[in-house]
Each structure stands twice: as C-alpha cells, then as structure tokens.
C-alpha cells in the first residue's frame, strides 16, 4: 500500500517569504500527485495535480509542484507568501493501477503566515 | 457549476445509535468517494461508489457502509456509534474518480 510523509507539521513564515512543503510518498509503480489546501473554516480544495509529462506543474494562486521520481517526491513551492496563504496544506497520491481511486493523504502542514 | 453539496452539517448523537450522512455530487460525476478526518488519524479512506456499485473500500469496520443511487447522490451509514466516531467526514465526487473535488463536510459529534 502506498503512504505520504509531510515532514513539516507547522511552517511559520512572513509575507513575502518564500514556501517549500515536502511530501514523499512511498509506492514502486505510477502514481498520481496532488496537493489540496484547507483555508480556516473552509473545504478542501485541489491546488495542483500531476499525472505524466512535464514534472514541474503549476497550480492556482501562484503555486507550483516539481515531481523529482528518482526522490519520490512531490514538493509544493511559492516564491512568495501572503497572509491570506495561511491554511493546511495536504500532499496526496492515488494509484494507476485499475480504476478503483482512493487518495491516500499525508498528515497535513499546518503554513502561518505572519502579516 | 454547483460544488458537492452534503447535508446536515452538523450533527450530535449519542453512543450506540446510528447516522445517515448525505452527499449530492457535481452534476455528471458518477464517482463518490467518502473519507474520515480526524486530528489524530486525519484524512483516512472509507470507500468510493462508481455508478451504484462499491469500487473501492478503505480499512474500516463493518459498521460503515454506504450506498449510491441511480442519480449518484450518496449516502454512508454508521451504525452502533462510539465515541471514536466523532469526525469530520467528507464527501468527494469526480467524473472517474482521479482528481476528486471535496464537500464541506458533516461534523460529527458522539457523546
């Protein structure tokens, strides 16, 4: 079975700072990435996705994604934050395999931005 | 389009008794999924539906089961609650079941 490994639980920067999450996930074969977030009070919602080709994706709000295979790892990047960036982050991988899907998620980092 | 809607929102209930929680899909997905968030397990996989049938199930006892209907709105049961229970759970549709898009889910309190 596949698992996530988010290594930062809580990430405190400032405006403008710049942001990196990991994520490693462990699974030999094809996977498909995700990162969701979590804004307070609100539902989850997907920032970016990766299924093939260029592994460097790009998501909304100024979010980008580099999938490195050789690491199994699908870090989530912004050069610069903004208070309204605070929120948890979730990393999260399905299976290529069959058509059944599940998202197997990692236990979230919890990013504050100070203003 | 309308996001995934679940309903109630909220709910309290008491050790032993049973919930039925509710969620209606983005128009045209057929593809439901269900997950549990809590602080100390966090988001963990309860099953997905595709088209009325049961397609995939996580690691949970028998007392959560679910169902999907002709019009792909979704409905998961618990029966005989315990106070482990008490959750957030969320509702997810998608066309096929890849990417998946997220309700704001039911809070669930057992006392």
């Known amino acids: 079975a596949q698992s996530v490994s988010q290594h930062n639980h809580h990430v405190i920067l400032s405006e403008a700072a710049s942001l990196e999450l990991g994520c490693n996930y462990s699974y030999g074969g094809t996977v498909n990435l995700f990162w969701y977030v979590q804004y307070p009070g609100q539902h989850l919602q997907l920032l970016l996705k990766y299924f093939s080709g260029d592994p460097l994706v790009k998501g909304i709000k100024g979010f980008e994604a580099e999938f490195i295979k050789s690491k199994f790892s699908f870090n989530l990047r912004k050069p610069s934050v903004q208070w309204s960036d605070t929120a948890e982050y979730f990393c999260a991988v399905s299976v290529s395999s069959g058509s059944a899907r599940q998202l197997t998620f990692g236990s979230g980092t919890q990013l504050t931005v100070l203003p | 389009k309308a996001g995934v809607t679940q309903t109630p929102r909220y709910l309290i209930k008491t050790r032993g008794q049973q919930v039925t929680l509710s969620c209606s899909p983005i128009?045209?997905?057929?593809?439901v999924s269900w997950y549990q968030q809590t602080p100390g397990q966090g988001l963990q996989f309860l099953f997905e539906?595709?088209?009325?049938?049961?397609?995939n199930k996580g690691n949970f006892p028998g007392r959560f089961s679910g169902r999907q209907f002709s019009n792909s709105r979704s409905e998961m049961n618990v029966s005989t609650l315990e106070l482990g229970d008490s959750a957030l759970y969320l509702c997810?549709?998608?066309?096929?079941?890849?990417?998946?898009?997220f309700g704001p889910g039911t809070r669930l309190t057992v006392t």
């Open positions: 128009s045209g997905h057929r593809s």
């Open positions: 539906y595709f088209s009325e049938t049961q397609r």
């Open positions: 997810a549709s998608s066309l096929e079941g890849l990417v998946q898009y």
